[in-house]
């Protein structure tokens, strides 16, 4: 016996679907867009600076982790450099110290990364857009907006781009 609404036919035989029924909204009669329609100069003023200061503090944050990921990379290049350098001129150790060296490196800022994510701030394990959109829509989805999900977002996008994940 096949469970209820399933079938492996196409076009299904079944109306299932058809029963179901859902609000109908017309988006020009809703009082949403009735007031909305109805701001002053002033409401605008005020949400085109909103909108302009999240668009400084993002763009702030970006040139920020940025440097950050500068900072990393071109340390660990230098480091790589230096023991290049100073090690002997033949030989396998030549090839293989600066190799540990610059996996162990990667290894460790994404194993940094993926703790943080896992303990520190685990609302950070996604992309951000479908927790939002779910989040949005009234699905509970703990620790998503707070100071430990920004901090790993941050940080964790740093340490993996940083670990050339």
Known sequence: MSYLGYTSEFPRKDNQYKKKESIAYDEFNSLVWVRGRQNNWKENIKHWFVYMLGGVLIGCTAFGMDKLEEILVDGNREYL?????????????????????????????????????????????????????????????????????????????????????
């Open 81 to 165: 450099q230096d023991i290049i350098d100073h090690s002997p001129t033949t030989g396998a150790k030549r090839v293989l110290d600066p190799l540990f060296t610059y996996c162990g490196i990667s290894a460790f800022l994404g194993l940094l990364a993926g703790t943080m994510t896992v303990y520190y701030g685990p609302g950070a394990n996604g992309s951000g857009l479908a927790e939002m959109i779910g989040y949005m829509n009234g699905v509970n989805y703990p620790d998503f907006i707070g100071i430990n999900t920004w901090l790993t977002k941050i940080f964790g996008v740093v340490f993996a781009v940083s670990s050339r994940l």
